[in-house]
């Protein structure tokens, strides 16, 4: 099992790493811009912790590494489902969403984590550690708050995400979190 796991956990850093270093790539010129541009949306932050967190897995697998790999499955989870049940029906479809890099991103990515973490690693923990995963949601979602909402207007984000569409930051943001809390829950238990 431990070596299953290495190796996905292998794949899970390696893939991104190759799919963020090509973000920076632009018709075959580095485009440093471009690159961290992508930064603001939490599909890439969400995919680089989970990364960061599998690499942690391979070389260890103790208590420290494996909340770590819990709080990045639950974020990529938190991307999977928002992209299924929010994004494609909101932003014209899903043949975007689910092509190119964003394969990946949306749902190899968080699939090998999911899988990875629910069957080969996870180990018991308390609700008030599992509640730990509300936490990257909550951060960004603040984040994304002030960027796209308070921030000066020559400083704003587009709702490239459409969460504030119609002034509902509040709907959305709730509705954020208490799917985060039921990924955690649903995370925890299974």
Not at 12 to 17: A, D, P, R, V
Not at 29 to 47: C, E, H, I, P
Not at 133 to 147: D, Q, T
Request: contains cysteine.
């Amino acid at each position: 099992m431990r070596t299953v796991s290495i190796l996905i956990n292998a794949a899970i850093f390696l893939t991104t790493l190759f799919l963020i270093v090509l973000g920076f790539r632009r018709d075959g010129v580095w485009d440093v811009k471009r690159g961290l541009k992508a930064f603001r949306f939490f599909t890439v932050l969400s995919n680089v912790f989970c990364a960061m967190a599998a690499l942690g897995m391979v070389f260890s697998a103790s208590g420290t590494a494996l909340l770590f790999k819990y709080l990045g499955t639950v974020s990529v989870t938190v991307t999977l489902l928002t992209v299924v049940f929010f994004l494609g029906p909101t932003q014209g479809g899903y043949a975007m969403l689910f092509s190119g890099e964003n394969l990946y991103m949306h749902l190899i990515g968080p699939l090998l984590a999911i899988l990875s973490y629910g069957f080969l690693e996870k180990r018991d923990m308390s609700f008030g550690t599992a509640l730990l995963g509300m936490v990257p949601v909550a951060l960004y979602g603040v984040m994304y708050l002030y960027r796209v909402v308070l921030a000066p207007e020559e400083k704003r984000w587009e709702d490239f995400y459409g969460f504030n569409r119609g002034g509902k930051w509040p709907v959305a943001f709730s509705g954020m979190l208490l799917m985060t809390l039921a990924v955690c829950l649903v995370i925890w238990r299974v």
